[in-house]
C-alpha cells in the first residue's frame, strides 16, 4: 500500500502572484527522465517524485546503507553524514532545452550543514537559483543562514513552507510525492508524524505569491486639451496610438476607422472627449474633411499618425503600377490613401506604422519607393524595427515604425529593457517585464467567463505544455515520450503557453482554437488580460462582441509603445 500526498502549487520566484488558486502542470519529458527508485534492503525506498523533479528528503539519509548512496547517486562522503554532497544531475542527463536540476548541493549554500537541519529540509537548485522546502523547526536555520541573493522568504501554511526566489521562475509543476509504507515504517515516528502533518496541510491549498500590478488610468491622467502639439488619427482602430501620441504630450483631434465597433469605443471613452470621431473609409475622403477641425484648434506643430493595412503592398504592385504619383486606385492600398492624405495636410510630420514582415527581402523594392515617396513630400525620415519588449511592454511584439519629419531626423528610439546579458553589458537597461504584473490581477473568478475552457481535441495536450513554451515541448526533438506532433509542422502559436515572469508572445486579433498565447494555467487569456498585455489603460473601455473586441486589442499598437515613438517624432518637429 502506498500514501500519496499531492501537493498542488507553485515554485515562486516571490515576486509573482496575488491570491490565486494555482492548478498544477504535468511535466511529462521531465518526468520521463526521473531517477529510478533507490533500492534499500530489496525494497523501494523512499522516493519524493515532483512531476519534473526528482529528490530525497536529508533526515532520511541516515537510514541509507552507503552502498546503495554509492551506486545510485555517485555519493562521495566521509565518515561524518552532514558532509555529504549529492548531486543527481550526472544522473538525468538533461538535453539543452531542459532546464537543469542539482539537488542537495551543499556547497552551494553557504552555512547550511546537514547537521543543522531538524525534521526535513528539501534544497532545489535550479540553475542559478534555490528553492527551498523546510519543516516547521527549520525556519530560523533557514533566515540565519540565507545567501545574500535571496530576493524575499515568505512562509506559508501556519510556518511548513519557505521559499527563497531569485531572478525567475524557470519550472511550474506538480508535485507529486509517494512515500511506500514499508519505507516511511522506518522513519522515526515524530518524523513521520511531521512528514504526513505537513504534507496534507498543504494539500489544495491557495498560494499567496506577492507581485507588483502595473496598470494606469487614461482618464484620470492630466488633460492634454490645451496641447498645441496636435494628432490626427488614421486607422485609429481601438486607440492604442492614440493613446500613445497623448500620452506623449499631443492632443489628438481627430481620428478615423472604418470598423464601426472601433469608432464606437473611441467615443466611449472620456479621454477622448475632445477629439472627432470619423466613421469612415480613408479612400473617400480628403483634407477638406479636416478644414473646420484644423481652424478650431490651430495647431502649432501638427503629427499625422496612422497604421494602415498593407495588402497590396507586400507584393509592389501599387508602386509598380503607379511610379509616378501618391494615389492608388486600388481600394485595399490604405498606404497610398495615407501618403495622400499627407501631401494634402501636410503635417510636421508623421509616423507610419506596419507588421515587421513589411521589412521581408521580397519587399525590398516596395520599401525604397515608400521611402522615395516619403523623400519627395519633403520628409526627412528613420526607418524604425521595434520589439516592444525593448520599451517596458510586458510583450514580444515586433513592428516596424517610419518616422518622419520635416527636420533631420537620424537617430532611432533608445530602448530601455533588456535580456540579463544585455543588462550585464549596459546596466543602464531595465529587465524585461514580466506579463504577470500586467494581468496577475485578472486571474480571479470574478473576471472569468464561458471562454476560460479550453476543453476539447488538443486539452491534454495544452495541459503538458510547460509554461513559455509551445507543442514543440511534445515533440521528439525535445524528447517527448510517444510524440503526436512533429516540430517544424505546426504554426508557432500552436499551445503556446505565456510565462508568467517573462514577456507575453505576441496577441493575435484572430486566433484559431489551440492558437496561443494562453494563459499559464492552460486556459485562454480574458479580454482583461489581452487588454494589460498591450497596455492598455485599466479604465479604458471597449465596445463590441467578445471576438470583435479581441480583434481591436490584437490590431492595436501597444499604448505606451506608440507613446515612445510620438515622444521621439515631438522631439525632431
Not at 103 to 118: C, T, V
Not at 257 to 276: A, I, P, R
Not at 518 to 536: P, V
Request: glycine residues 6%.
Amino acid at each position: 500500500m502506498t500514501n500519496k500526498f499531492f501537493i498542488k502549487h507553485v515554485l515562486p520566484s516571490m515576486r509573482g502572484f496575488d491570491v490565486v488558486n494555482l492548478p498544477s502542470y504535468l511535466d511529462r519529458e521531465l518526468n520521463k527522465k526521473c531517477i529510478e527508485l533507490l533500492e534499500f534492503e530489496n525494497e523501494s525506498e523512499l522516493k519524493l517524485k515532483h512531476e519534473g523533479f526528482s529528490f530525497m528528503n536529508t533526515f532520511s539519509l541516515e537510514f541509507l546503507g552507503k552502498i546503495a548512496l554509492k551506486k545510485h547517486l555517485g555519493l562521495e562522503f566521509k565518515d561524518d553524514i552532514s558532509n555529504a554532497k549529492i548531486d543527481f544531475d550526472r544522473s538525468l542527463n538533461y538535453n539543452d532545452n531542459v532546464y537543469q536540476l542539482v539537488f542537495f548541493d551543499f556547497d552551494k549554500i553557504p552555512k547550511i550543514q546537514l547537521n543543522q537541519i531538524n525534521d526535513s529540509i528539501f534544497i532545489l537548485r535550479n540553475n542559478n537559483q534555490k528553492f527551498y522546502i523546510c519543516g516547521k523547526s527549520d525556519i530560523e536555520t533557514i533566515k540565519n543562514n540565507l545567501s545574500k541573493e535571496a530576493l524575499n522568504y515568505s512562509i506559508y501554511n501556519e510556518g511548513f513552507s519557505g521559499f527563497i526566489g531569485f531572478n525567475k521562475l524557470e519550472k511550474i509543476n506538480e508535485m507529486n510525492y509517494n512515500f511506500p509504507l514499508d519505507t516511511l515504517k522506518e522513519l522515526h515516528k515524530p518524523q513521520m508524524d511531521i512528514l504526513v502533518n505537513e504534507f496534507e496541510k498543504i494539500q489544495e491549498e491557495v498560494i499567496k505569491i506577492n507581485y507588483k500590478h502595473k496598470s494606469f488610468n487614461v482618464n484620470k491622467d492630466k488633460s492634454v486639451v490645451d496641447s498645441k502639439i496636435q494628432s490626427i488619427g488614421f486607422f485609429s482602430g481601438a486607440g492604442g496610438l492614440d493613446i500613445g501620441a497623448q500620452l506623449a504630450g499631443s492632443k489628438v483631434i481627430s481620428s478615423l476607422d472604418f470598423d464601426l465597433d472601433s469608432v464606437k469605443t473611441l467615443k466611449s471613452n472620456k479621454y477622448f472627449n475632445h477629439t472627432h470621431h470619423f466613421h469612415k473609409d480613408i479612400k473617400d475622403i480628403d483634407a477638406s474633411l479636416y478644414k473646420e477641425i484644423l481652424k478650431k484648434n490651430n495647431p502649432e506643430k501638427l503629427i499625422l499618425i496612422g497604421g494602415p493595412p498593407c495588402q497590396p503592398f507586400s507584393k509592389a504592385g501599387y508602386w509598380k503600377k503607379h511610379e509616378n504619383r501618391l494615389g492608388s486606385d486600388d481600394p485595399r492600398n490604405m498606404i497610398g490613401n495615407y501618403l495622400r492624405l499627407i501631401e494634402e495636410i501636410k503635417p510636421d510630420g508623421f509616423v507610419l506604422e506596419n507588421v515587421e514582415s513589411l521589412l521581408h527581402p521580397k519587399n525590398i523594392e516596395a520599401v525604397e519607393k515608400l521611402e522615395e515617396a516619403i523623400e519627395k513630400l519633403g520628409y526627412y525620415h528613420i526607418k524604425f524595427r521595434a520589439n516592444s519588449a525593448d520599451f517596458g511592454i510586458p510583450q514580444k511584439r515586433k513592428r516596424v515604425f517610419f518616422i518622419a519629419s520635416k527636420n533631420k531626423i537620424e537617430i532611432e528610439p533608445e530602448k530601455t529593457h533588456g535580456s540579463d546579458k544585455e543588462i550585464s553589458i549596459d546596466n543602464k537597461l531595465k529587465p524585461y517585464e514580466r506579463v504577470i504584473d500586467w494581468i496577475g490581477k485578472y486571474d480571479m473568478p470574478k473576471y472569468s467567463d464561458d471562454y476560460d475552457s479550453t476543453e476539447g481535441k488538443y486539452y491534454e495536450d495544452l495541459m503538458a505544455v510547460p509554461p513559455g513554451q509551445n507543442y514543440i515541448a511534445l515533440t521528439e526533438k525535445r524528447g517527448y515520450p510517444n510524440p503526436k506532433f512533429v516540430a517544424g509542422k505546426r504554426y508557432w502559436s500552436f499551445l503556446l503557453k505565456l510565462h508568467p515572469l517573462l514577456p507575453s508572445w505576441t496577441v493575435i486579433a484572430s486566433p484559431g482554437h489551440w492558437e496561443g498565447p494562453f494563459h499559464w494555467t492552460g486556459r485562454r487569456l480574458r479580454l482583461k488580460e489581452l487588454a494589460g498585455i498591450q497596455t492598455f489603460p485599466e479604465d479604458y473601455n471597449f465596445e463590441g462582441s467578445r471576438r470583435s473586441i479581441h480583434k481591436q486589442i490584437g490590431n492595436a499598437v501597444p499604448p505606451l509603445m506608440g507613446k515612445v515613438v510620438v515622444e521621439h517624432l515631438i522631439k525632431h518637429i
